[in-house]
T-cell receptor
Framework: AQKITQTQPGMFVQEKEAVTLDCTYD???????LFWYKQPSSGEMIFLIY??????QNATEGRYSLNFQKARKSANLVISASQLGDSAMYFC?????????????FGTGTRLKVLA | EAGVTQFPSHSVIEKGQTVTLRCDPI?????LYWYRRVMGKEIKFLLH????????ESGMPNNRFLAERTGGTYSTLKVQPAELEDSGVYFC???????????????FGSGTRLTVV
């Protein structure tokens, strides 16, 4: 069954430092997409980055990069040069076509706190 | 372009009462999804509409939950009667047809925080 595991309920990072948020996934479908979303205290879900299962290169979006290790089924999010505004909840998620609905499977999230 | 709108943003009701959550998707988005996050747990899929039809309602917890999408536009999610375990944040999302695995155009609303006391 499809599953997303985020083993870090909470993380602290010093401002301007880099931080890695862990995510592992489980699926038997060769075609899937991996995503990271940020949820600040205001509640909205903000899309950060996407990685397709067939993409050869790791995805990058500004200060965000996704460390995609297909054989290990991991999709860790790396935030470089952390800012105070990065403090939020972060969710790793997966979508598959096999379900027919392209629904998201989410992890339990990691709460990141950036320290000044 | 207006985003996905959900209301109310917060609702506090007593156990046994009825609550109706509403989601207005982005205009032209055929796909509409409902998700729920119970405190401390993952965000879980509830159901998926394509226009006015339910494509997948495998995530609906039980028959106390009823979702509708009138004319393929806005959607409502009714909980009747509400129980304590229904507390959580209910998210709606919408997307265009044919976006495949990418999230192009897949937009979440800000959620409705439901508290059942």
């Amino acid at each position: 069954a499809q599953k997303i595991t985020q083993t870090q309920p909470g993380m602290f990072v010093q401002e301007k430092e880099a931080v890695t948020l862990d995510c592992t996934y489980d699926t038997s479908d060769p075609s899937y997409g991996l995503f990271w979303y940020k949820q600040p205290s205001s509640g909205e879900m903000i899309f950060l980055i996407y990685q397709g299962s067939y993409d050869q290169q790791n995805a990058t979006e500004g200060r965000y990069s996704l460390n995609f290790q297909k054989a290990r089924k991991s999709a860790n999010l790396v935030i470089s040069a952390s800012q105070l505004g990065d403090s939020a909840m972060y969710f790793c998620a997966m979508r598959e076509p096999a379900s027919g609905t392209y629904k998201y499977i989410f992890g339990t999230g990691t709460r990141l706190k950036v320290l000044a | 372009e207006a985003g996905v709108t959900q209301f109310p943003s917060h609702s506090v009701i007593e156990k046994g009462q009825t609550v109706t959550l509403r989601c207005d998707p982005i205009s032209g988005h055929d796909n509409l999804y409902w998700y729920r996050r119970v405190m401390g747990k993952e965000i879980k899929f509830l159901l998926h509409f394509v226009k006015e039809s339910k494509q997948d309602e495998s995530g609906m917890p039980n028959n106390r939950f009823l979702a509708e999408r009138t004319g393929g536009t806005y959607s409502t999610l009714k909980v009747q009667p509400a129980e304590l375990e229904d507390s959580g944040v209910y998210f709606c999302a919408s997307s265009q047809a044919g976006t495949g695995l990418s999230n192009y155009g897949y937009t979440f609303g800000s959620g409705t925080r439901l508290t059942v006391v």
